[in-house]
């Protein structure tokens, strides 16, 4: 079984800043992950897919990068809309959520 | 509109069943594969099982293996969770979604209902 990680597990920062958070593969998973986006007491929302694929809709200030097993998710500059827990999953056998990483604002 | 709306959440108790549906709309639901995904109470996200396009493949995590059956009437847009010899262990919010690509079991999940709450309790 495939297995991930993420990190840090949570962090806090300024509106306006860019936030990073890292996701790390168990074993090579060529750019199987996407990236996902739950709010409080909502479903999760896909935002990044294949690894770096923008979903429709999804603002730019949200990108992904990687390859192999070691993945980046960034935002550019955090809004406050953005406070959420956000999960990595890969697909390449079958499928595994990271353990997310929760964001605020200081 | 893609719409995804699950039910058939409840309370059972421990060794008991429970069948969920998600009816889906907005989409051609023959085309797409589909999945469970469900959420512990303050913990996070736990792929379940997936079923194909057509419905001739299923897939399942280990933790329910031979405990649940996924399946799909694809004339009734519906997508089914059975669910049996449930653990407290099993206690989460139940969420289907759907594959993004055309008649592949990609696994990118890019709509998901609201939900739907088991809880496993005597």
């Known amino acids: 079984d495939i297995q991930m990680t993420q990190s840090p597990s949570s962090l806090s920062a300024s509106v306006g800043d860019r936030v990073t958070i890292t996701c790390q593969a168990s074993?090579?998973?060529?750019?199987?992950l996407n990236w996902y986006q739950q709010k409080s007491g909502k479903a999760p929302k896909l935002l990044i897919y294949?690894?770096?694929n923008l979903e429709t809709g999804v603002p730019s200030r949200f990108s992904g990068s990687g390859f192999g097993t070691h993945f980046t998710f960034t935002i550019s500059s955090l809004q406050p809309e953005d406070i959420a827990t956000y999960y990595c999953?890969?697909?390449?056998?079958?499928?595994?959520f990271g353990p997310g990483t929760k964001v605020d604002i200081k | 509109e893609v719409h995804l709306l699950e039910s058939g959440g409840g309370l059972v108790q421990p060794g008991g069943s429970l069948r969920l549906s998600c009816a889906a709309s907005?989409?051609?639901?023959?085309?797409?594969?589909m999945t469970w995904v469900r959420q512990a109470p303050g913990k996070g996200l736990e792929w379940v099982s997936a079923?194909?396009?057509?419905?001739?493949?299923?897939y399942y995590a280990d933790s329910v293996k031979g405990r649940f059956t996924i399946s799909r009437d694809n004339s009734q847009n519906t997508l089914y969770l059975q669910m049996n010899s449930l653990t407290a262990e099993d206690t989460a919010i139940y969420y289907c979604?759907?594959?993004?690509?055309?008649?592949?079991?990609?696994?990118?999940?890019?709509?998901w209902g609201q939900g739907t709450l088991v809880t496993v309790s005597s």
């Open positions: 979604a759907k594959d993004l690509y055309v008649g592949s079991t990609r696994g990118s999940f890019d709509y």
């Open positions: 907005g989409f051609t639901f023959t085309d797409f594969a």
């Open positions: 079923i194909s396009y057509s419905g001739g493949n299923t």
């Open positions: 074993q090579d998973i060529s750019n199987h």
């Open positions: 294949d690894g770096s």
């Open positions: 999953q890969q697909y390449d056998d079958l499928f595994t």
